[in-house]
T-cell receptor, first 116, second 110 residues
Framework: GAGVSQSPRYKVAKRGQDVALRCDPI?????LFWYQQALGQGPEFLTY????????KSGLPSDRFFAERPEGSVSTLKIQRTQQEDSAVYLC??????????????FGDGTRLSIL | DAKTTQPPSMDCAEGRAANLPCNHS???????VYWYRQIHSQGPQYIIH???NNETNEMASLIITEDRKSSTLILPHATLRDTAVYYC???????????FGTGTRLKVLA
């Protein structure tokens, strides 16, 4: 079956521009996560949705980062006034159940964002 | 901080078993151990997870010690395509997120 799909796969933007990254989770998955992965590092948590509710946004690095999942399926991560330190791979993951279920997260291949 | 520690790198001969260790000495009774791997330019791929019993699937086996303070991921017959960074993760109780460490870079040699 279809896995987690992210678009675009690559995004280049000039410093100060706004960007929007899309995630299509596995159909029927309740939980959706965003992670940021810097070069040579492991992914770092940004935010978590259970259906349309954003239950944890503790990892968002600044108020320039905003995520939404209005209908409980597709999610968008928006970064305003991008800065060079925002350059990274942004990963989306989904899992079948919500709350603290032990079901594993399934990751997309990410969007590689480069800020010039 | 990650609740796991792993060796930074390992080599394995093609066709042999790859045994990847992970220490998680502060693991709590209801916390699962998850293993993922990441091949260059791809997202982390789920491999296996377990609580206290040994687990096996089509990709690998997971051996968890009786005190649950460590575990080993076993790839029974490593191939060149198994070259990747392998992450061992214990998700802290009461949280939703994974905390990734630096993982083990496994290189399978021809």
């Amino acid at each position: 079956g279809a896995g987690v799909s992210q678009s675009p796969r690559y995004k280049v933007a000039k410093r100060g521009q706004d960007v929007a990254l899309r995630c299509d989770p596995i159909s029927g998955h309740v939980s959706l996560f965003w992670y940021q992965q810097a070069l040579g590092q492991g992914p770092e948590f940004l935010t978590y949705f259970q259906n349309e509710a954003q239950l944890d946004k503790s990892g968002l690095p600044s108020d320039r980062f905003f995520a939404e999942r209005p209908e409980g399926s597709v999610s968008t991560l928006k970064i305003q006034r991008t800065q060079q330190e925002d350059s990274a791979v942004y990963l989306c993951a989904s899992s079948l159940e919500g709350s603290y279920s032990n079901q594993p997260q399934h990751f997309g291949d990410g969007t590689r964002l480069s800020i010039l | 901080d990650a609740k796991t520690t792993q060796p930074p790198s390992m080599d394995c001969a093609e066709g042999r078993a790859a045994n990847l260790p992970c220490n998680h000495s502060t693991i709590s009774g209801n916390e699962y151990v998850y293993w993922y791997r990441q091949i260059h330019s791809q997202g982390p791929q789920y491999i296996i997870h377990g609580l206290k019993n040994n687990e096996t699937n089509e990709m690998a086996s997971l051996i968890i010690t009786e005190d649950r303070k460590s575990s080993t991921l076993i790839l029974p017959h490593a191939t060149l395509r198994d070259t990747a960074v392998y992450y061992c993760i214990v998700r802290p109780s009461g949280t939703y997120k994974y905390i990734f460490g630096t993982g083990t870079r496994l290189k399978v040699l021809a």
